[in-house]
């Protein structure tokens, strides 16, 4: 089952925790072994952090799961998880609200605190306080985990990141576009990431290198 698990679910290698901008690694590790819920819009960084925990946990000779988890799945897949020492499951969104989804979710955390041996670690774009169960068990269970949030950045942790996405989409992001999408753009990351590589594909289409008014014509500024 495992080795079939890992090539369905690959990982990607450079979401390791060294790359990860801000604190919430740091203080994720610092649960590690208590159930952890992990909240954020898309491109916030929650993928990124739960490869990057994997990726840890694996160097140091554990065995550590990483699912994607979508409604397609069979909810049995979740059985025999707690066998590892990391079980990371990403985008609950997607099964949410589908009791039998819930009751394999429920169970799994049950195995994982009977072993007391494995990290579990789960993560939704729906904060978790505003998520709508539908079985009140899985609820009572969730409700009580650690819930930390994705996308909480300082303005120079942004800039770090977009400077990031710049280089390895392959495309000059001056500073002063830089600073304008910061005083300017809505902020969170992840929205400020979706904008950038919009700004970059409309570079490359118009042949333009990516400045203030060319900017301002794009977002119709």
């Known amino acids: 089952m495992t080795a079939q698990l890992i090539f369905?679910?690959?990982?990607?290698?450079?979401?390791?925790?060294?790359?990860?901008?801000?604190?919430?690694?740091e203080q994720a590790l610092a649960v590690r072994g208590e159930p952890l819920w992990i909240s954020?819009?898309?491109?916030?960084?929650?993928?990124?952090?739960?490869?990057?925990?994997?990726?840890?946990?694996?160097?140091?000779?554990?065995?550590?799961?990483?699912?994607?988890?979508?409604?397609?799945?069979?909810?049995a897949i979740l059985r025999d998880l707690a066998a590892f020492d990391l079980v990371a499951l990403d985008q609950l969104d997607a099964v949410i609200g589908q009791p039998d989804?819930?009751?394999a979710l429920f169970d799994l955390d049950n195995s994982v605190?009977?072993?007391?041996?494995?990290?579990l670690v789960l993560a939704s774009e729906t904060p978790l306080p505003k998520i709508s169960f539908q079985l009140a068990d899985f609820a009572s269970r969730a409700r009580a985990m650690h819930w930390m949030q994705t996308g909480q950045?300082?303005?120079?942790?942004?800039?770090?990141v977009l400077k990031r996405v710049a280089q390895e989409t392959g495309f000059q992001l001056p500073d002063e576009v830089l600073r304008f999408l910061l005083?300017?753009?809505?902020?969170e990351i992840g929205?400020?990431?979706?904008?950038?590589?919009?700004?970059?594909?409309?570079s490359l289409r118009a042949q333009r290198r990516l400045t203030v008014p060319f900017l301002k014509?794009?977002?119709?500024l």
């Open 40 to 75: 954020g819009a898309a491109e916030s960084g929650k993928s990124h952090l739960l490869q990057g925990l994997c990726q840890t946990v694996e160097a140091e000779q554990a065995r550590a799961v990483y699912l994607n988890l979508e409604p397609t799945l069979d909810p």
């Open 183 to 187: 005083d300017r753009a809505p902020r």
């Open 101 to 103: 989804w819930e009751l």
């Open 113 to 119: 605190r009977d072993l007391g041996v494995s990290w």
């Open 153 to 160: 950045l300082t303005d120079d942790e942004k800039v770090v």
């Open 217 to 220: 014509q794009i977002l119709e």
């Open 8 to 25: 369905d679910f690959p990982r990607l290698g450079h979401y390791s925790l060294d790359r990860f901008v801000g604190a919430l690694g």
């Open 191 to 202: 929205t400020l990431i979706g904008l950038l590589n919009r700004l970059a594909k409309e």
